[in-house]
C-alpha cells in the first residue's frame, strides 16, 4: 500500500514564498513519475507540476511556469514544489501525485496510480 503525504502548506501573503513536500512510504517510487495537482474551491482538480522518475524532465502549467519548482529525491522517496511570487490564484489544495507514465500523470488525473490526501495553500492579497 502506497501512502503520499503532503506538508507546508499554509496561509501565506501575496508575493510570498512556500515550499510542499511530499514524502511516498509503503514502496520506493524512484521508477514512477511524480507530481502535483491543485484543486481551487468550486473547481476542477489541475495539473501544475511533474517530473520524471530521473528528474531530467519536468513539466508545469502554463499558470505557474516560470514560479514554480518541481524537484525530487529518490533516496528520500520525495518530491518537492517550491513556490514563488504566490498569488491569490494560487490558493487551493494541493495533491501529490504519482505514476508509472509520466506524460499521463501531466495529460489527466487518470494517469495518476497514487494520490496523497492534500495540504492547504492560501494565499492573501
Known amino acids: 500500500q502506497v501512502q503520499l503525504v503532503e506538508s507546508g502548506g499554509r496561509l501565506v501573503q501575496a508575493g510570498g514564498s512556500l515550499r510542499l513536500s511530499c514524502a511516498a512510504s509503503?514502496?520506493?517510487?524512484?521508477?514512477?513519475?511524480m507530481g502535483w495537482y491543485r484543486r481551487a474551491p468550486g473547481k476542477e482538480r489541475k495539473f501544475v507540476a511533474a517530473?520524471?522518475?530521473?528528474?531530467?524532465?519536468?513539466y508545469y502549467a502554463d499558470s505557474v511556469e516560470g514560479r514554480f519548482t518541481i524537484s525530487r529525491d529518490n533516496a528520500k522517496n520525495s518530491v518537492y514544489l517550491q513556490m514563488n511570487s504566490l498569488k491569490s490564484a494560487d490558493t487551493a489544495v494541493y495533491y501529490c501525485?504519482?505514476?508509472?507514465?509520466?506524460?499521463?500523470?501531466?495529460?489527466?488525473?487518470?494517469?495518476?496510480?497514487?494520490w496523497g490526501q492534500g495540504t492547504q495553500v492560501t494565499v492573501s492579497s
Open positions: 501525485a504519482a505514476g508509472l507514465d509520466t506524460v499521463a500523470l501531466v495529460t489527466s488525473p487518470g494517469g495518476v496510480d497514487y
Open positions: 509503503g514502496r520506493t517510487l524512484s521508477s514512477y513519475g
Open positions: 517530473i520524471s522518475w530521473s528528474g531530467s524532465s519536468t
